[in-house]
């Protein structure tokens, strides 16, 4: 999905969870993004939320049943400055 709307791309930047399976301390993770860079030939970066700031990840949350999509940017950003952490 991602190649055929970006073909130009060279890098790519991945925001996931400081906790659980795509932890920062996780080996296997660490090994995988190091496969997926091989293959696709992608300069891959990786952001962590701190712990316990997932609850910001608009992504995640309708990913794992919110009813309404991701927001754009700017709502995003809004967002974030009403939630207390």
């Given at each position: 999905m991602?190649?055929?709307r970006?073909?130009?791309?060279?890098?790519?930047?991945?925001?996931?969870?400081?906790?659980?399976s795509n932890g920062y301390r996780?080996?296997?993770?660490?090994?995988?993004?190091?496969?997926?860079?091989?293959?696709?030939?992608?300069e891959i970066s990786v952001c962590h939320y701190?712990?316990?700031?997932?609850?910001w990840?608009?992504?995640?949350?309708?990913l794992n049943g919110a009813s309404e999509p991701p927001l754009?940017?700017?709502s995003r950003i809004t967002h974030v400055a009403t939630v207390s952490p």
């Open positions: 991602g190649r055929a970006y073909p130009q791309a060279t890098r790519l930047l991945i925001c996931a969870g400081a906790g659980g996780v080996r296997a993770w660490k090994l995988e993004l190091a496969k997926l860079a091989a293959e696709t030939g992608l701190p712990p316990g700031a997932s609850k990840n608009p992504l995640s949350n309708y754009d940017c700017g």
